[in-house]
C-alpha cells in the first residue's frame, strides 16, 4: 500500500507499507526533510530506509509492555507493528501519521487531540476488558511508550494518561504523585499526577502536556541528531544540542532535574523521559518539556530490608551511572530553598497509606530513607562538590538505554 508520512498536513515523504509486518519496505518520493522526525538518519536527501523503520516500530507499544505478549497472541500476532497501521501511527505525544495514497484522509479529521477516540484496547492492556475480539483499534494506545501497563482517556475533553504500577509493590503510581509534589514546592516544572483506584490496583492519572500544534522531541532524538563528539561528555553532549536548538536555559533545567531525581533516587530517567517540545508545524522550539516519568524511584522494588541497610546501589541515568557522580553536575544549588522541603516525609507518608501494597512498616522505611537523602542532599550542596572539568566521561551511561526491551523485533 502506498502511503505518505504526514506531519500534521505536511507530506514527509512517501513510501511503500506493508501492512502485514507494519513496516516501510520501499521509499519513493521525499517533500520535506525538515519535518522529518528528529534524528532520523537523512545524507544529502536520501533518507534510510533502516533508520526510518527504526523510528517507526519504535512508535508501537514496546514489546516489554507489561503484558503485551499474551495479548498479542491471543490477536494472532507475535509482533505488534502490524498494530501500527491501525491507527494510522496517529500519537497523543506527538503529530506524525501516515496518509494511504488516495485515501481522502485528513489530519482534521483523524488525530486525537480534536477527535473521540476508542478505548478499546487501551482497556485490554490494563487488563479491563479481556476480549479482543471486534476490537476498535482507532486509539492513541497502539503508539503509547513505556513498559508500565498504561491507556488514554477523555476526561472532561481533556485527554489523560493512566498508568498502572509493577509487582510487587504496585509503588510508581504513588511515586509519580508525590514527585509532582515535591517539584510543586520547589517550583520545578513537572507534570501534576495524581492517583486513583481501578480494580483495586492503582493508577497515576496526568494530562496530556502536548496539545493539536505542539510535540515532544525526547533527548534521544534530539541527541541522535547531532554527533558526539568522542571528547565531549553525554551531558555536555545534550546541553550543546539544546542550545543549537534556542533552549538556552537547558543547563538551570538540567540542574534540577538531576536534583530531583537525586532526592527520589529516580533510577530510569533514559532518554526518552526527557526532552524539548516543539511546534509541528513552524519546527521551532517553544521550550523543555515538563518532568514526567518520575515513578521507578523510592526503592519502587526494594526489599524493605535492603533500603533499610542501604544495601542497594541504586541504577542512574541519564548522565553518570551513579547518583554520587551525576549530582557533581549540578551547576548551582542557588534555586535550592531546603526550608522547602520541610515536612516532606510526611507527605509522603500519607501518600503512601492509601497503598494496599505498602506495609506500614515498608512505608516508615522509605519515609526514613527519604529523610536520610535529603540530609546528604543538604551537605552536597554546602560543599558544592563539582566536576571541574565537565567533559570528564568517566562513568558516563554508554549503554543506549533509551530503547532496552522496547525495540522491536523486526525485519526490514
Ligand atoms: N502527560 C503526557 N503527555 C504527553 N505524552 C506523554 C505524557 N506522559 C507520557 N507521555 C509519553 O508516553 C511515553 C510513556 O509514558 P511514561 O514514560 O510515563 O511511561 P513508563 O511506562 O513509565 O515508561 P518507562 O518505560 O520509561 O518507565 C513517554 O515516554 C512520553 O513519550
Ligand atoms: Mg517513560
Redesign the pocket.
Known amino acids: 500500500m502506498k502511503c505518505n508520512l504526514m506531519h500534521k498536513n505536511i507530506p514527509v515523504m512517501s513510501f511503500e507499507y506493508d501492512d502485514i509486518s507494519g513496516s516501510i519496505t520501499r521509499l519513493y518520493e521525499t517533500y520535506s526533510t525538515e519535518h522529518l522526525p528528529v534524528g532520523v538518519i537523512c545524507a544529502n536527501g536520501v533518507i534510510d530506509r533502516y533508520d526510518i523503520n527504526r523510528w517507526w516500530t519504535a512508535r508501537a507499544i514496546?514489546m516489554s509492555r507489561d503484558g503485551l505478549i499474551d495479548i498479542l497472541y491471543t490477536l494472532g500476532i507475535n509482533v505488534v507493528t502490524p498494530l501500527l497501521g491501525k491507527n494510522y501511527g496517529l500519537s497523543?505525544?506527538d503529530q506524525y501519521w501516515i496518509c494511504p495514497e488516495n485515501s481522502g484522509i485528513t489530519w482534521d479529521k483523524v488525530n486525537f487531540f480534536d477527535n473521540a477516540f476508542s478505548e478499546d484496547f487501551g482497556d485490554v492492556l490494563i487488563g479491563n476488558s479481556d476480549s479482543t475480539k471486534d476490537i476498535n483499534f482507532m486509539s492513541p494506545d497502539i503508539t503509547?511508550?513505556?513498559?508500565?501497563k498504561?491507556k488514554w482517556k477523555i476526561v472532561d475533553d481533556k485527554r489523560v494518561?493512566f498508568?498502572g504500577g509493577s509487582k510487587p509493590f504496585q509503588q510508581?503510581p504513588y511515586n509519580e504523585a508525590f514527585a509532582s509534589t515535591v517539584m510543586k514546592r520547589l517550583g520545578i516544572p513537572c507534570?501534576q499526577y495524581s492517583t486513583a483506584l481501578i480494580d483495586g490496583k492503582p493508577y497515576s492519572i496526568?494530562?496530556?502536556?502536548?496539545d493539536r500544534d505542539t510535540e515532544?522531541v525526547?533527548a534521544y532524538e534530539i541527541m541522535k541528531s547531532k554527533k558526539q563528539p568522542n571528547h565531549i561528555s553525554k551531558y555536555e553532549h545534550y546541553i550543546n544540542c539544546c542550545k543549537e536548538l534556542g533552549i538556552d536555559n537547558i543547563q538551570e533545567f538540567l540542574d534540577k532535574m538531576i536534583t530531583i531525581d537525586y532526592i527520589i533516587v529516580n533510577e530510569?530517567r533514559?532518554l526518552?523521559?526527557f526532552g524539548l517540545i516543539r511546534n509541528a508545524e513552524t519546527l521551532k522550539y517553544v521550550g523543555i518539556a515538563p518532568i514526567?516519568?518520575s515513578?521507578?524511584s523510592l526503592w519502587f522494588n526494594s526489599p524493605d530490608t535492603q533500603i533499610k541497610a542501604g544495601a542497594r546501589e541504586a541504577v542512574c541515568k541519564p548522565f553518570k551511572d551513579n547518583h554520587a557522580d551525576q549530582i557533581k553536575l549540578v551547576s548551582s544549588f542557588d534555586w535550592l530553598d531546603f526550608d522547602k522541603l520541610y515536612g516532606i516525609d510526611e507527605e509522603l507518608n500519607e501518600i503512601l497509606k492509601s497503598s494496599e501494597f505498602i506495609s506500614d512498616e515498608r512505608r516508615s522505611t522509605i519515609c526514613n530513607a527519604l529523610t536520610a537523602r535529603i540530609d546528604i542532599l543538604m551537605g552536597i550542596a554546602e560543599q558544592n562538590m563539582k566536576y571541574t572539568n565537565i567533559n570528564e566521561i568517566g562513568n558516563d551511561v554508554t549503554e543506549d538505554i533509551a530503547y532496552s526491551g522496547?525495540q522491536q523485533e523486526q525485519i526490514f
Open positions: 514496546p497523543l505525544s503509547s511508550g513505556g513498559w508500565l498504561k494518561l498508568k510508581e507534570v496526568c494530562e496530556d502536556f502536548i515532544l525526547t530510569d533514559h526518552n523521559n514526567y516519568d515513578g521507578s522496547g
